[in-house]
């Protein structure tokens, strides 16, 4: 009883065996995936792969990871592409038929893919699993684990009725060890592999080779089945020591000379630095042989390069190989990322000279503050001052601390203002920017990439910021990097303000407003030379003006005319210089109207509109001459939405932005009273909005037809905008107006915003003109080389770079893999130049087939591997083996310097028989690959079975030597 009432004796342990296990869990995940991947059943029946369609193929994948206890391996579905057969359903399907990758072990179309997965190369299968260890996971190398897992593939195979194959990679991941298992209706195949670093001696020939496999199958059938073989030997080439190099050498004459690459201002720099092909694969094939027909032992070997019947070449390019092109725009757009000024970039020679500039510049400024009305503001203005206080900075400066070489500057400056080799005369350089504003677009239709730059939003290829862009860039790349740049760019803006300043157009740019399609540097030098320009036309027409009334104070004897004042206007708002007004160049038409009579009042009259008279009088209606609108940068424009949309919705904002933006309408209705005396609205409706004023026709109490004639429904809405500016517009000619485009602010302005540049916004500013320039460089040399798939690249990345150019915020990561997709394309142009040289040297004047030569070398850059034609025998044959036996004769030089005296035989024992230990194989290097795939189809394990596949592709390196084989068995009597 006591026993009994031991609570100790009532605990006992049930062992549940219905939970499942770690193992059982890993085998229905494995079992689930294949069925979410739909490779549940059989799926035989689908057509033969075609010749080469491994390669030529679309290659798919699925990966999804799974778990074993706490050990993650990832799961991966590879599968070619094909369209299935869909007039053949499931029913006719042979219930007995062999999996796919059964029936593929066997397949000849697609023997040594150049570019496949490893396991699509050495067991030809078209879709398989691999079941591999995660990313941080360790090695599967224990041979109780590779078991295990094998154990677990077998059991998803089975219960799932999957006939793909699946694989399980095991040892080191660099040893590309995969070991797995194909199952079908009562026949199953086991896909084992042998790995070695070296080649046992008595398998280094296919001798050896077909002992290893006949005693693997294991077959007692006599005779045996026929093996099928097929061979392939890879010989590599890559001394290039003996072939000029095709990059063109640098001109020592000019001042960029000495340096790889170097060329002259203008001109990007364009090549490989290194040679770009590394080395050239020839693969030497003999297939559909069978056992007895080639003899390769350890004593002789009928296996001759030369007799080969198939040849293939593939090249091999250097990785990453240094491209001028590509460092020069690396480089440039490494400034992006820089934060220093230019004037802490440049530095100060002394603290001396440094306190001694800036009371210079404060001197400067501390003239302008003072009260000197008498003064005209054409003699003392902020750009003198500053000017020759930069002036006096420069000529402080040593020469031997110059970031950038003397000689090197003044020929960059004349490449990028050519107008200054001649003497600037105002004469002179009116017509030279005449003819370049009125005949750029008409020369910009001539090329075939005019509408590149607007695609990119950079600037015409002719344009000065085009070419600023190109000495930036070639400056920072062979003259100084940072320093020379923000140097250059210093001078670049004395030079823009000395034009200014003394009227002289800026080359290089076409005449008219700012082209907001272009980058906004581009529009910034546009709006100077506006500025220029409406500055010179008022210096003439002041001129013109001048000169009437000097005649007027001769005729007058003496006596100096009166000076007019427009109503409203005090004298205190007008100065000796007339700045502040606009002095129209069309005045002349006014001066001749006043000869012909005209009335006096009347101002500013250009020409009659259309015979209309005023409705208030008989008198003409004439057309006045009014003022340009002011011509804006993209960046003012949207400055200019910013304010208006703050203004909001309100009645007062509304109105407030109204007038703001009537600022325009408002001069030319002064100008038009001035033209027009004793005018109405609708006098200015009818010739400045002719839509807003309504025409009706009616008779008259005579029978007579009466025009009768109102403003639009809109014009009558009362506070109308256009009335009340109507209402307070004065009599006033364009020419005593207060400008709308203020040249002198606006001049300012632009040479403010092109100072405080720092190199970073210099250089973002120039990168479409500098992509722009590299674009038309890889056009240029892809034209001479003519490869359709840079072709093909290059139309792709201007339509990229459209995209990413444009935004005012560029993406900056964007950008510089597209730097990377441009280095890319120079790059397969010089290989494909340097492939060219080559060939061309081997050639021996054999033009007829220097055609197909040339297509013979572009296949082998679009093409991940080319058939030889012809073979050895063949004219791209004999070129290679010519290379070949080029590189053993220098081989041999290195030893023997006498080898290199002996000629070059051009049929160099083409018919001549190798003999044993002694062949034509001398003109080539030892092998660096063989590669022996052995078939056939025989009954395993016993004599009485199905005949199945069986497949050994063997590997046989320097250093490393590989047993790939697939070996099927019939399971039902087994």
Not at 160 to 173: C, D, E, L, T
Not at 356 to 367: E, G, H, R, T, V
Not at 676 to 689: H, I, K, M
Request: hydrophobic letters at 35%; aromatic letters at 8%; proline letters at 5%.
């Amino acid at each position: 009883m006591a026993a009994d009432s031991d609570p100790e004796s009532e605990v006992f342990e049930i062992t549940d065996f219905t939970t499942a296990s770690e193992w059982e869990r890993f085998v229905s995940k494995v079992e689930e995936v294949l069925n979410d991947w739909k490779l549940i059943g059989s799926c035989a029946g689908s057509s033969t792969p075609e010749k080469g369609e491994f390669t030529s193929g679309t290659w798919g994948e699925k990966s999804q990871d799974i778990q074993f206890a706490d050990f993650k391996f990832h799961i991966i579905h590879y599968f070619l592409k094909q369209e299935r057969e869909q007039d053949k359903g499931t029913d006719e399907l042979e219930e007995d038929a062999f999996p796919l990758a059964m029936q593929d072990l066997l397949c000849m179309n697609n023997d040594f893919p150049p570019r496949a997965h490893c396991l699509v190369r050495w067991y030809g299968i078209r879709e398989f699993v691999v079941l591999s260890p995660g990313a941080n996971c360790e090695a599967i190398i224990s041979e109780s684990k590779c078991n295990l897992l094998l154990s677990s593939i077998s059991i998803s195979l089975a219960n799932s009725g999957s006939q793909v194959p699946i694989f399980v990679q095991i040892q080191q991941k660099w040893r590309r060890v995969y070991a797995g298992e194909c199952q079908g209706p009562g026949v199953r195949t086991d896909f084992e592999m042998v790995h070695l670093r070296k080649v046992p001696s008595q398998y280094n020939h296919l001798s050896g080779l077909l002992d290893i496999f006949k005693s693997k199958i294991g077959c007692t059938l006599s005779p045996l089945p026929p093996i099928n073989i097929a061979i392939r030997f890879t010989y590599i080439l890559q001394d290039w020591q003996q072939y000029a190099w095709p990059q063109q050498p640098p001109d020592f004459d000019t001042l960029l000379g000495g340096e790889v690459g170097g060329v002259e201002f203008g001109k990007l720099p364009f090549g490989a630095c290194e040679e770009p092909i590394s080395e050239l694969h020839l693969a030497t094939t003999w297939s559909h042989l069978t056992e007895g027909i080639v003899v390769d032992n350890d004593v002789y070997s009928d296996l001759d390069p030369l007799q080969a019947p198939h040849w293939s070449v593939r090249v091999r390019s250097a990785e990453n190989p240094q491209c001028l092109l590509g460092d020069l725009l690396t480089e440039f757009f490494k400034l992006c990322c820089r934060k220093e000024s230019t004037e802490e970039v440049l530095g100060r020679g002394s603290a001396e000279e440094e306190g001694k500039d800036s009371s210079d510049i404060s001197s400067a400024l501390s003239k302008l503050t003072e009260p000197s009305a008498a003064v005209p503001i054409s003699k003392l203005s902020v750009s003198n001052m500053v000017h020759s206080a930069r002036k006096h900075i420069r000529r402080r400066r040593r020469v031997d601390e110059s970031p950038l070489n003397t000689d090197i500057l003044n020929s960059i400056l004349l490449y990028l203002f050519p107008d200054a080799a001649v003497e600037k005369s105002s004469e002179n350089s009116k017509n030279r920017t005449t003819q370049l504003g009125s005949s750029g677009k008409g020369e910009h239709n001539k090329h075939s990439d005019y509408n590149l730059f607007l695609q990119l939003k950079s600037a015409p290829s002719d344009s000065l910021t085009y070419r600023l862009a190109l000495c930036a860039c070639l400056v920072n790349y062979n003259h100084g990097g940072l320093r020379a740049v923000a140097h250059l760019w210093q001078e670049f803006v004395l030079e823009l303000r000395y034009r200014w300043e003394n009227n002289y157009f800026i080359y290089g740019l076409a005449a008219g407003a700012p082209d907001l399609r272009c980058c906004l540097l581009h529009q910034k030098l546009q709006m100077l030379n506006c500025c220029i320009e409406r500055k010179r036309a008022r210096d003439e027409a002041r001129k013109v003006l001048e000169g009437s009334r000097e005649r007027e104070r001769r005729v007058s004897g003496g006596r100096p005319a009166a000076r007019e004042v427009s109503p409203g206007k005090s004298w205190d708002s007008w100065s000796d210089s007339e700045e502040e007004f606009f002095e129209c160049l069309s005045d002349q038409g006014e001066i001749e109207a006043e000869k012909d009579g005209s009335k006096s009042k009347a101002e500013g009259r250009l020409h009659p509109h259309n015979n209309a008279t005023l409705l208030n009088s008989t008198e003409p209606l004439y057309v006045p001459v009014t003022q340009e609108p002011a011509p804006m940068t993209e960046d003012l424009l949207e400055e200019q939405s910013e304010i208006l949309a703050k203004l909001g919705t309100s009645a007062e904002g509304t109105h407030l932005r109204a007038r703001m933006q009537s600022a325009c309408l408002l001069s030319d209705m002064e100008s038009f009273k001035a033209a027009n005396p004793g005018c109405a609205l609708e006098d200015f409706v009818r010739w400045y909005s002719p839509r807003d004023y309504v025409v009706e026709g009616g008779v008259d109490e005579t029978g007579s037809r009466v025009v009768k004639g109102e403003l639009s429904p809109r014009m009558k809405i009362p506070g109308n905008m256009w009335v009340e500016a109507w209402e307070t517009a004065r009599v006033t000619p364009a020419r005593r107006q207060r400008r709308l485009f203020d040249d002198t602010k606006e001049a300012e302005k632009v040479l403010h915003y092109l100072a405080v540049q720092k190199p970073a916004d210099l250089t973002r500013n120039l990168l479409p003109c500098i992509l722009h320039a590299a674009i038309l460089k890889l056009k240029e040399e892809e034209s001479a080389e003519d490869i359709p798939s840079v072709k093909r690249s290059i139309q792709q990345a201007t339509g990229q770079a459209s995209k990413l150019l444009h935004p005012l915020n560029h993406d900056y990561k964007k950008i510089e893999e597209f730097i990377s997709q441009l280095m890319a394309m120079e790059t397969a142009i010089t290989r494909a130049r340097s492939l060219k040289a080559k060939f061309a040297s081997c050639e021996g004047g054999r033009g007829e087939d220097t055609e197909e030569l040339e297509k013979f070398v572009s296949s082998l850059l679009e093409e991940p591997e080319v058939v030889v034609m012809g073979a050895g025998q063949g004219p791209a044959g004999s070129i290679i083996h010519r290379l070949f036996v080029n590189a053993q004769r220098l081989a041999d030089f290195t030893s023997d310097e006498t080898a290199l005296l002996a000629p070059l035989d051009e049929d160099l024992g083409r018919d001549r028989k190798p003999a044993a230990g002694s062949s034509k194989a001398a003109d080539f290097p030892p092998p660096a690959g063989r590669e022996i795939l052995l078939r056939t189809c025989v009954p395993r394990p016993a004599p009485y079975s199905k005949a199945l596949p069986q497949r050994l592709f063997c590997v046989l390196m320097r250093e490393e030597f590989r047993l790939a084989g697939a070996f099927s068995l019939d399971t039902a009597f087994f």
